[in-house]
C-alpha cells in the first residue's frame, strides 16, 4: 500500500466461511461510500475450515482487503490485537466479521470522532433481545462487575465495535499486556470519547465462538488481568474465617467452664468445610496471579504471524 489509509477495519476472522461472504457483501459498499482512503484488516485465527481460501479469493477481487493468518489459534483478542499492531489507518474500527455489530454505524462513529475530536468512539448495544435471556444476564452481570473495577469510564454493553483514533492505537501497543482485554484496557486509557447506540443483531450465520466456558474465561481474565480486587477479598476472606474462628473459640471456653460441653461431630465438620474452603480459595486466586506473573517472565508473544499480503505487495513493487 503507497499510501497509508486513513480508515482500518480489522475483522478477526475465525470459521467463517458461511457469514464472511455476507459480511463483505454489507461492508464494502458502506466504505466504498465514505470517500477515504481505506483497507480492511482480515486476521485469521487459525482456521479450519474453507475461511483462509475463501479470504485469499475475496482479495484478488477486493484490494483493499488485506490478509494476515497467525501461525496457529490465538484467540480473539490476540487476534484483535495483531490486526491493531499492524493496521495503518488514522482511525481503526474493530469488527467482528458475524454481522451481530452492524457495519451501518461505521460512517456514523467516523463522522463523530471527527466533529468532536474524539480518540475513542464505543459501539453501545443499546437492544440486546436477539441474544439468549441467559446470554443478557450473564452480560449485564459481566458489565456491571467490570464498571466496578474500572469505574464509569466503561460505557455499559460496550463490547469490542469501537473506533480509534491512531494516537488510542498507538497508546495500547505501547502497553506491556500479553493477554490484553480491550474491553478494559480501552477505557482505562482516559483519552476523550463518545459513544454510537446500535441494536445488536442475530448472528448472520453459524454458531457462537463465544460458548459459556469462553464467556467465563473472558471475565476471570478481565478480573485478574486488571484489578487486584480478588487478593483483597482473600484477605477479608481470611480475617473473617478468624473472626468466625475466635467467636467459636470464646463459645468453646465458655461451654466448658459450665460444663455444657458434649461430644458432635456437626460443629467440627462445619468449622474444618468453612476453613478448607478459604484456603483452597485463597490459594486458587493465589495461583491465578502467579501464572500471570510467570506468563509475563515468559515474555511469550501473544501470536505469531505466518503471513501477511501486504509484504506480497512490497516484494512485487521492490522487482
Known amino acids: 500500500m503507497s499510501t497509508a489509509p486513513q480508515l482500518s477495519v480489522v475483522m478477526p476472522i475465525y470459521n467463517e466461511q458461511e457469514a464472511l461472504p455476507r459480511t463483505v457483501e454489507r ?10 482512503g481505506y483497507e480492511v484488516v482480515g486476521v485469521d485465527d487459525g482456521s479450519t475450515d474453507a475461511t483462509p481460501v475463501l479470504m485469499q479469493k475475496i482479495r484478488q477481487d477486493w484490494p483493499e482487503f ?18 491493531l499492531d499492524r493496521a495503518h489507518g488514522d482511525y481503526v474500527v474493530s469488527l467482528d466479521a458475524d454481522l451481530q455489530d452492524p457495519p451501518e454505524k461505521i460512517p456514523e462513529m467516523l463522522a463523530l470522532a471527527r466533529e468532536q475530536e474524539l480518540d475513542i468512539v464505543y459501539g453501545v448495544r443499546g437492544d440486546r433481545t436477539s441474544d439468549s435471556s441467559f446470554k443478557r444476564r450473564s452480560a449485564g452481570a459481566y458489565y456491571w462487575l467490570m464498571r466496578k473495577l474500572v469505574g464509569k469510564r466503561m460505557p455499559s454493553q460496550a463490547g469490542d465495535y469501537r473506533l480509534l483514533s491512531r494516537a488510542a492505537v498507538d497508546a495500547l501497543k505501547a502497553l506491556p499486556e500479553h493477554q490484553p ?7 482505562w486509557l482516559g483519552f476523550p470519547s463518545g459513544e454510537v447506540v446500535y441494536v445488536r443483531e442475530e448472528r448472520v450465520a453459524g454458531t457462537t465462538h463465544y460458548p459459556l466456558g469462553k464467556m467465563v474465561r473472558l471475565a476471570l481474565d478481565s478480573i485478574v488481568n486488571f484489578s487486584a480486587a480478588p487478593l483483597r477479598l482473600a484477605t477479608w476472606l481470611g480475617l473473617l474465617s478468624f473472626a468466625v474462628c475466635l467467636v467459636m473459640s470464646v463459645y468453646t471456653a465458655v461451654a466448658f467452664a459450665v460444663g455444657a460441653t458434649v461430644p458432635g461431630w456437626s460443629s467440627l465438620f462445619m468449622g474444618m468445610l468453612f476453613l478448607g474452603a478459604v484456603q483452597l480459595i485463597c490459594v486458587g486466586l493465589l495461583g491465578e496471579y502467579t501464572a500471570r506473573i510467570y506468563s509475563a517472565v515468559q515474555a511469550r508473544p501473544a501470536y505469531f504471524v505466518g503471513y501477511d499480503s501486504v509484504d506480497d505487495e512490497r516484494r512485487d513493487n521492490s522487482r
Open 27 to 36: 461492508l464494502r459498499p458502506i466504505l466504498d461510500a465514505l470517500g477515504v
Open 66 to 83: 488485506r490478509v494476515i493468518r497467525l501461525a496457529r489459534n490465538s484467540g480473539h483478542q490476540a487476534a484483535l490485537k495483531a490486526g
Open 181 to 187: 482485554v480491550y474491553r478494559l484496557l480501552v477505557p
